[in-house]
């Protein structure tokens, strides 16, 4: 199994750009997560899938990031416009069941820089 | 404050020495997970912990529950350079959604050869 696929695994753009990120679960399993990593904030979710549908979009930080997960092997994240303030890295997992006791698992993770 | 707060944030330690981890919880912990990053890359699984007192083991590392303390440590033996990265535990506070994860800091640790 490839594992969790996410692209591009880094992205460089301007403030007020348009930015999708997307991310290639493990074939098979029915959540997908998409998190936040920062040296000020640490590991933060921002929003869960199960199968295909959103769960918890709490921890979107404001009406500027939108998810959709169009089928079950597809999701994107979006940023738009973007802010300086949004240069993370953008973590996407997925687990099967998502009970406790079945692990998740991560993708290498987007580094965004926005200038 | 955080939810969950790891001790300490950084740790350097000479090859071949134990050393801990901890990780604390100011809510009821349903499900503890500990992961592994090395710097630039995604997180890789390490272990779970569900019930209270329960202890698992993997290869040189270990990992306890204390459900009372709202706790868990994780402990590595005669570490080893390959052990360097960043240590997090995610945990299921208050049991009132399936997967959702809230993180610690992280610890980051060193081990000088």
């Known amino acids: 199994d490839a594992g969790v696929i996410q692209s591009p695994r880094h992205e460089v753009t301007e403030m007020g750009q348009e930015v999708t990120l997307r991310c290639k679960p493990i074939?098979?399993?029915?959540?997908l997560f998409w998190y936040r990593q920062t040296m000020m904030r640490g590991l933060e979710l921002l929003i869960y899938?199960?199968?295909?549908?959103?769960?918890?979009d709490s921890g979107m930080p404001e009406d500027r990031f939108s998810a959709k997960m169009p089928n079950a092997s597809f999701s994107t994240l979006k940023i738009q416009p973007s802010e300086p303030r949004d240069s993370a890295v953008y973590f996407c997992?997925?687990?099967?069941?998502?009970?406790?006791?079945?692990?998740?698992?991560f993708g290498p993770g987007t580094r965004l820089t926005v200038l | 404050s955080q939810e969950l707060e790891q001790s300490p944030q950084s740790l350097i330690v000479q090859e071949g020495k134990n050393l801990t981890i901890n990780c604390t919880s100011s809510k009821t912990l349903y499900g503890l997970y500990w992961y592994k990053q090395k710097y630039g890359e995604g997180l890789i699984f390490l272990m779970m912990l569900q019930k209270g007192g329960e202890e698992k083991s993997h290869e040189k590392i270990t990992a306890k529950l204390d459900e009372k303390k709202q706790q868990s440590s994780l402990h590595i033996t005669a570490s080893q350079p390959s052990h360097a990265g960043i240590y997090l535990c995610?945990?299921?506070?208050?049991?009132?959604?399936?997967?959702?994860?809230?993180f610690g800091q992280g610890t980051i640790l060193t081990v000088h050869p």
């Open positions: 997992a997925s687990s099967s069941q998502g009970v406790p006791g079945l692990e998740q698992f």
């Open positions: 899938f199960n199968n295909n549908v959103p769960i918890d």
């Open positions: 074939s098979g399993h029915d959540y």
């Open positions: 995610g945990a299921d506070i208050g049991g009132t959604s399936y997967g959702k994860l809230t």
